[in-house]
C-alpha cells in the first residue's frame, strides 16, 4: 500500500523498487487494463517481452522495410 502525495506523486517502497529493479530516473507506465491501473517499470526486459509482437521476430527495421515495400507496391 502507498500513497499519493498533494503533488500527485506516488511513493514506491524501497522493497518493491528493489524487487523490480526500479531506480533513479526508471521509467514507469501507467497500464489501464480491465479497469485496473498496472504500474509496468519500462526497462530492458519489458521492451525484449515486445520482441515479435508486430510479427518480425523483434527485427524492427525488417517490419519497416517490409511495410515499406507492401505500400510501394499499392
Keep these: 500500500m ?3 502525495t498533494v503533488k500527485g506523486q ?3 517502497l524501497a522493497k ?5 529493479g526500479i531506480k533513479k530516473a526508471t521509467k514507469i ?3 489501464e487494463q480491465n479497469g485496473k491501473l498496472i504500474i509496468q ?3 530492458k526486459s519489458y521492451f525484449e517481452s515486445l520482441a515479435g509482437i508486430l510479427g518480425t521476430d ?3 527495421l525488417k517490419g519497416l522495410m ?4 507492401r505500400e510501394r507496391e499499392l
Design 2 to 4: 502507498t500513497y499519493v
Design 66 to 69: 517490409e511495410e515499406e515495400k
Design 29 to 31: 507506465a501507467f497500464i
Design 10 to 12: 506516488i511513493v514506491v
Design 58 to 60: 523483434g527485427d524492427m
Design 16 to 20: 518493491i523498487r528493489r524487487k523490480f
Design 41 to 43: 517499470p519500462l526497462d
